[in-house]
C-alpha cells in the first residue's frame, strides 16, 4: 500500500491501520504487533500499568508507540471518566479509549453512558474514541459529543467471531463523517480485509492474534490483509450482479468465424 495513504486521529498522522487491542497482555504480542503487523497504537489498560513493576506493560511497549488508555472495567460515565483522568495523570497522554460495560455476560458497551463519558472528556481535551454497539443514532450523539472517531463491535469481544454487525457497521461508514475503527471480535485476516474493503478507517484486535498458533505470523497475516482491503476499498470494488451473468468478454460474434 502506498505511503502517503495515511489517516488522522486529534491532530495526529499515521500510517498503520492495524491497532493492538492488549487485553490478553504478553510481550510476544506487543513485539509482533509493532514488528511483524506494524501498529502505531496500543491500548493500555490502566491496570496493566499500575502492577508491579516487574509486570509493567509500558516497560515493553517501544517508544514512538501511542499510548491509548482505555476504561475497561468503568460500569458508568463517572467511573470512565475517573479513569480517564487517572491515566492522563500517569503520563498516558490525551487519548482515551471509552469502554463502559455493566453487562458481565455479553460484555457489550452502555452506549448511553459513553456518549455522557464522550462528552465530559472532550471537554476536557482528551482525544476520545467511544467503544459501542453499532447504532447510529447513538454514533450521531458520539459524534455531536465529540468523539474523535467511532469504534463499533464487529461481534462479542474476544469471540473471534467476525463481522457480525457488518450491516450497522456499513450504515455508520456511510453517515458518520469520522474515522470508523472496527473493534472487538475480528478473529481472521479476512474479516479485517473485508472490514477495511468496506471503508473502515483501521481494525483493533487482540485475541484473533493472542491465541493465534504463531504469533507474529499472525500479526503479519493481519498486516498485510488490512492493506489488501484497504487497498481494494481505494480502487473501488466491482459490481454485484444479484441476478444473472455478464460475460467477461462480449459474446457478439462467438458464432462467426
Given at each position: 500500500m502506498q505511503n502517503?495513504?495515511?489517516w488522522?486521529?486529534g491532530?495526529h498522522t499515521?500510517?498503520?491501520?492495524?491497532i493492538l487491542?492488549?487485553?490478553k497482555y504478553n510481550?510476544?504480542?506487543?513485539k509482533?504487533?509493532?514488528?511483524?503487523?506494524?501498529a502505531?497504537?496500543?491500548?493500555?489498560?490502566?491496570r496493566r500499568?499500575?502492577?508491579k513493576?516487574?509486570e509493567?506493560i509500558?516497560?515493553?511497549?517501544p517508544?514512538?508507540?501511542?499510548?491509548?488508555p482505555n476504561t475497561s472495567?468503568a460500569?458508568?460515565a463517572?467511573?470512565?471518566?475517573?479513569?480517564?483522568?487517572?491515566?492522563?495523570?500517569?503520563g498516558?497522554?490525551?487519548?482515551v479509549?471509552v469502554?463502559?460495560?455493566?453487562d458481565?455476560?455479553?460484555?457489550?458497551?452502555?452506549?448511553?453512558?459513553?456518549?455522557?463519558?464522550?462528552?465530559?472528556?472532550?471537554?476536557e481535551?482528551?482525544?476520545?474514541?467511544?467503544y459501542?454497539?453499532?447504532?447510529?443514532?447513538?454514533?450521531?450523539?458520539?459524534?455531536?459529543?465529540?468523539a474523535a472517531?467511532?469504534?463499533p463491535?464487529?461481534?462479542?469481544?474476544?469471540?473471534?467471531?467476525g463481522l457480525?454487525?457488518r450491516?450497522?457497521?456499513q450504515?455508520?461508514?456511510?453517515?458518520?463523517?469520522l474515522?470508523i475503527?472496527?473493534d472487538a471480535?475480528?478473529?481472521?485476516?479476512s474479516?479485517?480485509?473485508?472490514?477495511?474493503?468496506?471503508?473502515?478507517a483501521?481494525?483493533?484486535a487482540?485475541t484473533a492474534?493472542?491465541?493465534a498458533?504463531?504469533i507474529?505470523?499472525?500479526a503479519?497475516?493481519?498486516?498485510?490483509a488490512?492493506?489488501?482491503?484497504?487497498s481494494?476499498?481505494?480502487?473501488?470494488?466491482g459490481r454485484?450482479?444479484?441476478?444473472?451473468a455478464?460475460?467477461?468478454?462480449?459474446l457478439t460474434?462467438?458464432l462467426h468465424?
Amino acid at each position: 500500500m502506498q505511503n502517503h495513504d495515511t489517516w488522522s486521529l486529534g491532530g495526529h498522522t499515521f500510517t498503520s491501520r492495524f491497532i493492538l487491542g492488549s487485553g490478553k497482555y504478553n510481550m510476544n504480542l506487543i513485539k509482533a504487533a509493532v514488528e511483524d503487523a506494524g501498529a502505531e497504537i496500543i491500548t493500555l489498560a490502566l491496570r496493566r500499568a499500575n502492577t508491579k513493576k516487574e509486570e509493567n506493560i509500558l516497560d515493553y511497549i517501544p517508544e514512538g508507540v501511542t499510548l491509548l488508555p482505555n476504561t475497561s472495567g468503568a460500569r458508568n460515565a463517572e467511573e470512565a471518566v475517573r479513569l480517564a483522568r487517572l491515566a492522563r495523570e500517569m503520563g498516558c497522554g490525551d487519548f482515551v479509549k471509552v469502554e463502559i460495560m455493566h453487562d458481565s455476560k455479553y460484555l457489550l458497551p452502555d452506549n448511553y453512558e459513553t456518549v455522557k463519558a464522550t462528552e465530559i472528556l472532550a471537554a476536557e481535551g482528551f482525544i476520545v474514541m467511544p467503544y459501542m454497539y453499532p447504532d447510529l443514532n447513538a454514533a450521531r450523539d458520539m459524534a455531536k459529543a465529540g468523539a474523535a472517531c467511532i469504534m463499533p463491535l464487529a461481534s462479542p469481544i474476544g469471540s473471534n467471531r467476525g463481522l457480525a454487525t457488518r450491516d450497522f457497521i456499513q450504515i455508520l461508514i456511510n453517515e458518520i463523517e469520522l474515522p470508523i475503527i472496527v473493534d472487538a471480535g475480528i478473529g481472521r485476516p479476512s474479516q479485517a480485509c473485508e472490514a477495511m474493503e468496506m471503508g473502515a478507517a483501521a481494525i483493533m484486535a487482540n485475541t484473533a492474534i493472542a491465541t493465534a498458533g504463531d504469533i507474529p505470523a499472525m500479526a503479519g497475516a493481519f498486516k498485510k490483509a488490512i492493506e489488501a482491503g484497504r487497498s481494494a476499498y481505494l480502487a473501488g470494488p466491482g459490481r454485484v450482479l444479484q441476478n444473472g451473468a455478464s460475460a467477461s468478454d462480449p459474446l457478439t460474434g462467438f458464432l462467426h468465424d
